[in-house]
Structures are given as structure tokens and as C-alpha cells.
């Protein structure tokens, strides 16, 4: 079928060629939600927490976004002073951001001209969640975290990172209390770029170490 | 107190406990492998107590530790360089 005759059915009634309706993802009660449901309204009948309570969180926790993470990574590229705390001291040099980061402790992995860094959980799906987000879905694939330690360098060329092999590739398994953001390289040419117009340029997916940042 | 210190060469216990029920934060493709420890990351509960819901009184201490790719895989096609780290927690290394 051509894309035009495709695009045209599209405005015909035809009773005999009805496309399927999209499937809900919510019209089934597993045992975990089922679970989630009883302990969240056990806790609300007891008055030990309130249904505003668990909305404000639950919103508090969807506003994180990667952009927090790449407003650390722009600061540090201008401010140096910033950088020594950021690598020193991660905790204390992102309060200063607002950010709490609760009682998990974080590590910030500086890329060089002679290491890159990539994150991974192998066990699971650990990730900076306090400043990054959700993590994406591909790093808590199997694949990605079974691969991504026995050949990374594969691994990165298939996110279209190509690194040389003089440089040491570093891979980082968060297998229990820490978490890690890699801190990546200033890109060149963004010399002359002012901190807030190198936020946009820094994604989420060169903090986690599978992409480098370009202008 | 750690019991080991940075620089010192470890090795992963080479134990394989059934399971379930069994929670260990060790990943299968490290134990028996020999590392160096990268740094003491601090003391904590033991999540093979936690997961179950139990507070051992006494906190165990966490290092990085580092291994090179080339000696956990035969076949590995990177750097000689390349290296992992991974987080393990004390009673999961022996000295060499």
C-alpha cells in the first residue's frame, strides 16, 4: 500500500476495516498494585500520611528532569571552583543547587582526554533519580546492562560514541549505595558559550556516559 | 574501620548461595575475579539482611573495587586500559 492511499483510508468510513482500539495499560489489578493499594490506604486510614501527601510527592518526583543535572554539568565547566567542590564533595556542592539527594551518596565521574566513563546497574536500575529523572527504559534493558560491561566499546558505538583506543574506557557497575553522574568534557568550539547557553547542549545520556557532548 | 585500604589487591569470593530466598548485591560475572580497591565508600546495612527486612546491628563496609576487562574476559576487544569498577561490600573480598 502506498503512503498516499494509506493517509486517504484514513478519512473513509469503511464498516469492514476498523483499525483495532489502542489497549489500556491500566485495566488490570496485578499483585503489586494491588499491594500498592492496600498498604497506601491502610496508611491513609491510620493517619500516618495523607492522599495530598502521596500527590505532592508523587509530582515533586516527575519534576525532576535531566536539565537539573545538565545546569551542575554547565556550572562546573565555568566556574572551576565549582568543579573542585562538584568532584570533592558532590553532596554539598548540589544543595547549593536545591537539590537533596536523601541519604544515597553520589559520585561524580570526571571525563578526560584519557578516560571516559560509562554507568551502568547491572543489577537492577539504579540511577541519580534526585537530579536526572526516571532513568530511560534502555538502561534498565537486559541487554544493556549485560552487554555494556563485557564490551562497552561496542555498547557506545551503537549510541554513535566512538572512543579511541588509547583512551581508557571506564565502566562503572552501581551495584549498592552510591550513584554516579558523569561529569563529560566541554565540547570544542563552545569556548566563547556562556553557562546558560551551554545547558541545552548537555543531554541526559552524556551523564550517563553513552554519548559525549557536541556543539 | 575498613578493613582493607586503597591500592590493596582482593579478591571476590568465589560463593554461589542458593537461591531463593537470597538477596546479594554481588553480580554473578565478578565473583572469583581479582580486583584492586579503588575506595572505601563508607559503612552500611547489609542489604542481604535488608531485603528481608532485618537490621543487622553492625554496618558493613563498602569499597570500589577495580578490575581490569581484560581479566574478566577472554575475549574482551577494547583497551588494555579499560577497567571496571564495581561496589562491594566487605564480607564479599579476601585478601590475595
Redesign the interface.
Known sequence: MTETSDHEHLHQYDPGHEHPLQADQDDSITYFKAMEAAVRNLLIEKKLITAEQIREKIEQMDARVPANGAKIIAKSWVDLEFKRKLLANPRKAIEEFGHDIGPLHLIVLENTEKVHNVVVCTLCSCYPRWILGLPPDWYKSREYRSRVVREPREVLQEFGTNISLDREVRVHDSTADMRYLVLPMRPKGSEGMTEDELVPLIGRDAMIGVTEVKV | MPQFTVGEKVRVLSQWPPSPPIHC???Y??RGCSGVIERY??D?AN?EELAFGRVDPINLS?Y?VRFK?LD??KS????I?????????ENWLEKI
Open positions: 548485591r554481588t553480580p560475572y565478578i565508600c563508607g552500611f542489604p563498602l570500589r576487562q574478566l574476559w574482551y576487544q577494547g583497551g586500559s579499560d577497567m571496571i569498577d564495581i561496589e562491594i561490600y
